[in-house]
């Protein structure tokens, strides 16, 4: 894992399906952050949060900081991604200690007896966070270094993505030849972060990133990640079928999802779209909520049913928490709530610039949020792991960083 250079200077990007958003800043010593640059545009050459055309990846990412002179002093690059084939494995693994007491050299052992775990499979593990250690099977919130037992076992959430995901998005940036990105943070982790408050992760809560292209559902319980999956349903597929029974382009359809879309009510409100003829055609409110209603049911219920099948005794199921830009549509707090039967609120994510305060943004806030909480920088932002050769020494320098 990787020990992050020391600088209060940041370049956070989320690299989504629909677009592109990048934010720099500073962070004082006063603890206050000090915004530098933002934007965000249209992002071509992904599908469902996975790059389909590396080279309009490449110049989406050129794009967006073309406008954008970039300091040459030290920064830290985090970039939040996704993957449609994304998995999450719990893992528990113990050493002999044999009565003497833990040293840093025991906890190091542990934790390279679950990264090795992973070093031959197909998949790249994007994230590894340590649960619990064990002391003779009996668990232990406290530092385990210098107490005596006979067994240290420690368990571990792991999120993985497919090597392939992660060779192409560091390629999209090589070849942008803009930033070169430390580190990739899972998307929906991102925004659950900023999306759930402190009691939800304690009680037990599911934070819902529905975004453009894919559905992230991440649940915690007990301030830690039990459940996560990638549904390859979103916002686009909501505007597609606005756009085809329209007859309108993409364009256009996502315009009217976006001003006229309302799962609330129903009311007979007449507008106009134009035609690709340039002729115009007349539609009611209650024409496109028939056409929008019966996507957003079907994305819900599979969210719903996914919940169902996965989460034991209901953890995380009563509270539901919404972001992303398909949950800023009118009506959707009520018109979700209804179908899952649950709590539902749209988030309000963390925000230090009203400008990114919106649920769309979700994602970046959580990036911003990691980067400036140390427990959240020293448990998610370490290198993803490689097998390469230098990774017992990073993993070397996370423990001693973390566990001192």
């Known amino acids: ?75 830290i690059v985090i970039v939040s991604i996704s993957d449609p084939e ?46 619990n250690f064990f002391l003779d099977d009996k668990i232990i ?8 037992c006979k067994k240290l076992g420690l368990k571990s959430i792991n999120i993985l993505i497919t090597k392939d995901t992660i060779n192409q998005f560091k390629h999209s940036f090589k070849n942008s030849r803009i930033v070169e990105p430390n580190n990739f943070v899972y998307s929906g982790l991102a925004s659950s972060i900023s999306s759930l408050t402190k009691d939800e992760k304690e009680n037990g809560a599911t934070s819902i990133d529905f ?27 909501v505007t597609n079928d606005i756009s085809k029974i329209l007859e309108i382009d993409y364009e256009q359809a996502e315009y009217v999802k976006i001003i006229k879309g309302n799962l609330s009510f ?19 409110s209650n024409f496109l909520q028939g056409i929008i209603k019966p996507r957003y049911e079907e994305i819900i219920e599979m969210c719903r049913n996914t919940l169902e099948e996965n ?41 230090f610039h009203k400008d990114i305060g919106k649920p769309e943004f979700s ?16 448990l998610l932002l370490n290198k993803s792991i490689q097998n390469d050769n230098g990774i017992l020494d990073k993993l070397n320098n996370w423990v001693s960083d973390s566990i001192s």
């Not at 002999?96 to 040293?103: A, F, P, T, V």
């Not at 009118?330 to 899952?340: A, P, R, T, V, Y």
Request: proline fraction near 2%.
């Open 1 to 75: 894992m990787l020990k992050l250079k020391p600088t209060n200077h940041f370049i956070l990007i989320d690299l989504g399906t629909n677009k592109i958003v990048f934010v720099e800043y500073k962070k004082k010593k006063n603890n206050n952050l000090e915004l530098i640059n933002w934007n965000h545009i249209k992002t071509l050459g992904l599908t469902g949060g996975k790059i389909i055309s590396l080279k309009q990846t490449s110049e989406s990412i050129k794009k967006i900081f073309a406008n954008y002179k970039l300091k040459k002093e030290k920064k």
């Open 86 to 131: 994304l998995t999450l494995k719990k893992t528990y693994f113990d050493i002999d200690i044999n009565g003497h007491k833990i040293s840093k050299k025991d906890v190091r052992e542990v934790f390279t007896k679950n990264l090795k775990k992973f070093f031959s499979t197909s998949m790249h593990l994007l994230h590894t966070i340590p649960t």
């Open 141 to 148: 919130d406290n530092n385990p270094i210098g107490i005596s």
């Open 211 to 237: 975004g453009a292209g894919s559905v992230k559902i991440v649940t915690f319980y007990k301030n830690t990640i039990e459940f996560v999956k990638n549904l390859s349903l979103g916002g686009n597929d």
């Open 266 to 284: 129903i009311n007979e409100e007449k507008f106009k779209v134009e035609l690709p003829c340039g002729e115009h055609k007349v539609i009611t």
């Open 311 to 351: 989460l034991i005794s209901r953890i995380g199921m009563d509270t539901v928490v919404f972001s992303g830009g398909g949950a800023e549509i009118k009506g959707f707090q009520e018109f979700s709530s209804k179908i899952l039967n649950r709590r539902v609120r749209v988030a309000k994510p963390f925000a």
């Open 363 to 378: 994602t970046l806030n959580g990036l911003i949020k990691i980067c400036n909480d140390l427990t959240f920088k020293n």
